[in-house]
């Protein structure tokens, strides 16, 4: 994992954009203690086919009571 300060990162942001792109772990200290990371987090499936079979062979069940009324209390909140 790279650690590196605030400081440090400000002219590097390129080179640890691309380092944790490649997989690496990259952590940024601040100066108040907390760390953040980078990570890379990929794109929405937009416009891609849905993928059959994905969870063939695992069991599916719904609650009897899936597609009863709700009660007032899940729409009025509690008023106690």
Not at 35 to 54: A, H, N, S, Y
Not at 58 to 71: C, G, I, K, N, V
Request: proline fraction near 6%.
């Amino acid at each position: 994992m790279h650690h590196i300060s605030v400081n440090e990162a400000e002219g590097q942001l390129a080179e640890l954009v691309k380092l944790a792109s490649q997989g690496e772990e990259v952590a940024i200290r601040c100066a108040n203690g907390s760390v953040i990371k980078l990570i890379v987090e990929k794109p929405p499936m937009v416009g891609q086919p849905r993928r059959f079979g994905w969870y063939d062979g695992q069991p599916f069940t719904t609650s009897e009571d899936f597609d009863d009324a709700l009660p007032d209390h899940f729409w009025l909140g509690d008023s106690e």
